[in-house]
């Protein structure tokens, strides 16, 4: 597959997954309407054109008589491209009448958590759900509700006045709280950058999206000259990026420094920014095994064992001073996703029982999969360590497709993950004659004539 069509099929997946996603916001809205099947037509064929472009040698098997399908292509990423600037501009402006910086409560109670550090207290114990809600101007839509409690019955999410009904009476003090998760469930870096964004009393997505645009200026610094604004069109074009974090996401916390590590990992900082990215959410966790596979492909076991030692030190030393505070809370903590009841949700295999009424199989069927899926992968990944190293950046979350829990923002950075492994591969630079002769396209820069 040729380099221009390998970033074109990334940038028209990212688009897939932003119209997915847009439908999938909508569906789990208004119940009642049919779409949850096309979302998930819609996430695995992403996966899979992801998989398939930053796979095998990077061979440019495009010809003039593909020009004008190659042109047409590139001129919907172009379109596209422009969906996802307008977001980025129009950031600073309020999206809708009940608008809120805090738009779920992973950004909600990492703020409280960072409000509560320049406290000098724990946010693994101290944290209250209810004043920090309070605080925000924000209610039980904006939580993470359990199988437990007022919620032990229920199978699928409970509806808004289930969740209201619930968070009034706890909220009144009237028992204890079961229902809702309430203390942070990841790990420190998670709301420790946080800090002098709260001092400051400023909005924190800010500094998200900055992640994101350092992330993709990592990439175009990686990429060969001649191919940058081909990249950053795609990046842009898979307007999945801007949007879901324009519109709220603190993924991209943990997503920065993966890039990084992923982009640079034959070099000795690498583990450094792998520690960061695991020792800020338990997704990036999922990349470890690809990341050795690759080291291990390029610099043998001593130096797989080497940098994982080192990012293992890494989210130690972070998460240490809490560690200290009180362990147990920390554990709790960081293993609520695992050990807490919660109810299935995601925009993966489990959408169309929770919103398509297809029946609802048990749990631990979903959980044979997603180890199914996971064991596949990883053999996958080791048998082409050599042929295709970047495979893993799209492997990794891609088990997570068959998972009780598959929210959507598990998947919106797939495509800035496959960029990076692009920018690695050896893909020359694209002479501007040829660029131009094959129809390529781009809104940043035409190619410029070369001798």
Known sequence: MGVLWRLAAVAVAGAALYFAGLLNGI????????GAGPVVVAIGAAIVVLAIAISGSAR???????????RGTWAVVCVMALVGLSWLVG???????DWTPYHNDAIALNACAARLVLQGRDPYTDLDLFSCYRSLGIGP???TPLRRGLFADEVIYPNDAELDRAWDLRSRGEGANEEFVWRPSYPAVSFLPLVPFVAAGLDTNYLYVACLLAA???????????????????????????????????DVLYALPLVAAWLWRDRGWAPIALGLAIATKQIAWFFVPYYLIAVVASGGWRRAARDLAIAAGVFAVANLPFVAWNAEAWVA????????PMFPRGAGLVFLSTNAGLPLPPALLYAALEAAAGLVCLLLAWRSRRSSPELGAVLAVAPLFFAWRSLFSYFF???LFAFAGLARMPLGDL??????RLGALTIFAAPSRTA
């Open 27 to 34: 569906v789990i809205e208004h119940p009642d309407r049919p």
């Open 60 to 70: 440019d098997l495009t010809t003039a008589r593909h020009a004008w399908l190659l």
């Open 91 to 97: 950031m600073p402006r309020q999206h809708s009448d």
């Open 141 to 143: 839509d904006r939580t």
């Open 216 to 250: 993709m200026a990592l990439v175009l610094l990686r990429a060969t000259r001649g191919l940058r604004p081909f990249f950053l069109t795609g990046l842009l074009g898979a307007a999945g990026l801007a949007a879901f974090t324009v519109g709220g996401s603190s």
């Open 333 to 340: 903590g960081i293993l609520t996703p695992l050990v807490e």
């Open 413 to 415: 950075l797939l495509p």
């Open 431 to 436: 002479a501007g004659e040829r660029a131009r």
